[in-house]
Structures are given as C-alpha cells and as structure tokens.
C-alpha cells in the first residue's frame, strides 16, 4: 500500500544522506518534497500541515545542522513523527475484563465488518486461548448470519443459532446472556451496516450499544476508499463511543492517506489491520513498524512473527540436524521455498528486510518474483522422489524430462540445479566453521560486529567476504 510514498520519501533521503552538511534552505527544501509526497499519498491536508511544521521545526535545529551525519539525523526526525501520526503504541484489545468481555463492530456495508469479526475471533482463539463466541445481529442483509456460522466453523469458533423474525437489539441481549451461562471469555457482535451513514444506522448502532455494553467498539474501514474513509470514521466517531480502528484491505494497491489520516482525524487507535482475504491474514497495527516499511527500513519483528506463524517444529528439526551433517537436497531446498510462499513471498519478506526496499523495486521490474518461486517448486515436483534425494543422478535426458513435466525449460532446470549445488557447498562449509555458532562468533570478530561499518553482514551482503568461505556471500544474497 504505500509502495509509492516510499519511493519518494526515498528519494528525498537518498539527496539528504549525500549531503556531508545540511543548511536551513536544504531542510526547508527536503520538506517540500516530503509534503508534495504526502498529499500525492491522500492524506489529509490539515495532518500534512501539522506534520511538516513538526518535522521542520525540529530539523532545523542546531543540533541536525551540526551532526556527524545530518541526513540520517533528519530520516530519524521524520520517523518519528511518523510514529507519531499514527498513533505512537500499539493499541492491544481490552479483552482482561470480567467474562464476557463485549467487542462491537461497526461500519458500512461492504467494508468486510463480517469476515473481520472472525478473524479477531480465530486470533482471540488460538493466539491467546480465548473461548469466543460470535453472533450476528444483521437482519437486512440476505445470508449475513449464515455467513458469521459458516465462518464460525472454518474456524472453530461456536456462532451463536439463528432464530428468525429476532431484531438486532433481541439477539444483542440473547447472545450476553447465551455468553455469561457458558462460560465463554469474548462475545463479537457483528452489526449491520449501510451504504451510506444514516439516521437509521446510527440509532441502531446505539440501541444495541446500550443493550450489549461493549468494552470495546470497533469500526470496520475499507483502506481503498481513501479519504472518504477518514470521513466515515469521523462521522461514526462523532455518534458512538469508538475505541479502535480496523482498516481492511491493507495489501491493496491504495495510496495508504487513510491509514496515515485516521488517527490524527478521528483520536482513536488504529488497532489491526488486515492483509488478505484468509481468515489468519490480520495485523495488529504497530506504528514503529508500519513508519518503518515507509521510510524502508523494514520491519524484522513483523519478519520474525510471521515466520513463527508458519514455523513447522518437527519439519525445521528435522531439516536442522540434516545440516547439521551437511546434507541438503531438493527436497529441503522445496521446503524452504514452500515456507517462503507461506510468508507472503519475495515481495512481501523484502520489504520487511531493512535495506532491501531497491531489491524490492528490482522484483517489480521484472526481477525474481513470487511466480519465480511456484517455478522453482515446480521443477522440484517434477523429479521422482530419487532424483530429489540424490539430484546427481539428473543428467541431460533427466533434465529434458523434468523440464517437459513442469512446463518450463532446461535452462531453468539447470539454474535449480547450480542454485541447489551453491547453497550444498556453502552449507558443507558452514558446517567446517562450526555450524551457525561459528559463522556468528565469526561475524563478530568482522569490522566491529554483524551490520559493522565495513564489515559484518552488512558488509557481507555488500559484497565484501571479509574473511568468510568463497561463495558464502552468495549464500547469504540468496
């Protein structure tokens, strides 16, 4: 989503960090193109004035203009006031209440209200053992309650029944009740919504509000609207009691005003976000992190997460004593890239690297790209199970085959084939140095530690090899 504000932004940054001094007219300058920037990304004018009046007065200051290394002093200066703009600490749900505890959700028709109360639902229930029951109180659209119970059992998650001819504030109170005698920890309340904000809307909206007492009152947006976005959070804001904000569809190709408007607009948190129509692609909204994916400085905790989301213990044991011994074939090779797709793909885990937002742009521009990946993958199915555990065994008629098998050429079966031999012989190299604790103590002892000014890995993904096995930077770009 914000993509094209963050080349931008980076190319404002890139000048700045050539510079080895800065004046008050470069400052004053840079800012421009950051506000030009901002309002080309939609977000509100009122959010971009305050924000750059923030930022330049603050970078402006003498101790920016007298920095080692102002460029980077004034990068830091706007991600913080980006962090701040989005509202500075993740909000966390305040589901620790007395059972049960009331979720609300809000918002207009369309927005994807329904199949984001049963994404809270399944992260409530398997991140953090909630039992969670669900009920629907949208009477005017067909199947919206079949939907919450369809829902509900893809997930696990118990919906409570339907009983025709109910009004939404009649099943409100049958379901705290349902809620309170069986003992469930959270109740989500999916409402109904409008096309539009409307009298009948809201006046709904509080009934059932005074009925349910909900600890917490999510409203529902569709991040692709853009500003018109921010316009229905004020208007539900300004009638009901709000607590948090989830935006949908955050994985869209939108400019991402909204995202960077609601909080500033509406003083309420924006609490998740969601990335994808699956019912696990949901967020919890982290400012730190999100200014960081803008300003291209990755997001590693969110790199770490989702690859704790998709670990697979016994697999990766299995596959860490094989390299234990030095063994790596095709069919470890597969399950690396199979666990790639689960991460969200190349694309996705380049822009949480720091650093590797041009590798990202490179991706774009016809470099190596998720198709790249399902290719490769396929390939790999396309031999028997011997030729995986032994690929010496593919020779020339083999490749002809394999090639024919997965659709593709014998110049991609041979660029497999070297890519698997390259990463065989770095991990047998690895395993000389002592395994992975070696190649850190290692890493150490380079140019003042890992990401060390001209050494470590920084310098090792540089290029540099400072020390280390031939070919192990190439390794490691992999």
Do not use: W, Y
Not at 138 to 158: F, K, M, T, W
Not at 408 to 433: D, S
């Amino acid at each position: 989503m914000f993509e094209s504000l963050s080349d931008r932004l980076g190319g404002v940054f890139d000048k700045l960090r050539g510079r080895g001094a800065l004046t008050e007219l470069d400052v004053r300058a840079a800012m421009r193109e950051v506000r030009i920037a901002l309002l080309e990304a939609d977000v509100a004018l009122p959010v971009v004035k305050t924000f750059i009046d923030q930022v330049t007065a603050d970078a402006i200051g003498a101790d920016v203009i007298r920095s080692i290394t102002p460029g980077q002093m004034v990068v830091k200066i706007v991600n913080d006031a980006l962090v701040d703009m989005l509202g500075g600490d993740s909000a966390p749900l305040n589901v620790d209440v007395t059972p049960p505890a009331v979720i609300m959700m809000v918002g207009l028709q369309g927005s994807g209200k329904t199949t984001t109360t049963a994404k809270i639902a399944k992260r409530l229930n398997e991140k953090f053992g909630k039992k969670v029951l669900m009920a629907s109180l949208d009477v005017a659209r067909p199947a919206a309650q079949e939907q919450l119970r369809v829902l509900g059992e893809q997930i696990s998650v118990a919906t409570l029944p339907i009983i025709a001819g109910q009004g939404p504030v009649e099943i409100a109170q049958r379901a705290k009740s349902a809620a309170k005698l069986q003992g469930f920890d959270v109740l989500l309340l999916d409402t109904a919504g409008r096309l539009h904000v409307d009298t009948a809307l809201m006046d709904e909206m509080r009934a059932v509000a005074g009925v349910g007492a909900p600890d917490e009152i999510l409203l529902v947006v569709d991040s692709l609207t853009g500003q018109d976005a921010v316009n229905v959070a004020s208007s539900f804001s300004g009638q009901v009691e709000l607590t948090g904000v989830v935006l949908t569809r955050m994985d869209g190709d939108a400019r991402g005003g909204a995202a960077l408007s609601m909080r500033s607009v509406t003083g309420k948190p924006i609490k998740f976000a969601g990335t994808g129509e699956k019912l696990d692609a949901l967020e919890e909204f982290s400012p730190s992190r999100v200014a960081g994916r803008i300003l291209g400085m990755g997001d590693v905790v969110g790199l770490v997460e989702r690859a704790a989301e998709t670990f697979e213990a016994e697999a990766s044991e299995k596959m860490a004593a094989r390299l234990a011994k030095g063994q790596f074939d095709m069919n470890d090779l597969r399950s690396q890239l199979s666990q790639m797709q689960k991460m969200g793909g190349l694309g996705a885990l380049a822009g949480m690297i720091p650093g590797m937002a041009k590798a990202k742009a490179a991706m774009a521009n016809g470099g190596p790209d998720d198709k790249t990946l399902g290719r490769m993958e396929a390939v790999i199915c396309s031999m028997t199970p011997k030729e995986r555990a032994k690929p010496d065994l593919i020779n020339a008629k083999r490749k002809i085959r394999i090639a024919k098998g997965a659709g593709t050429t014998v110049q991609e079966v041979n660029k497999l084939m070297k890519m698997h031999q390259e990463m065989e012989t770095a991990m047998k190299r690895l395993r000389k140095m002592g395994g992975m604790k070696g190649m850190m103590a290692m890493l150490g002892k380079m140019g003042g530690g890992a990401g060390g000014p001209g050494g470590g890995l920084g310098g090792l993904l540089g290029g540099g090899g400072g020390g280390l096995p031939p070919g192990f930077d190439k390794l490691m770009k992999r």
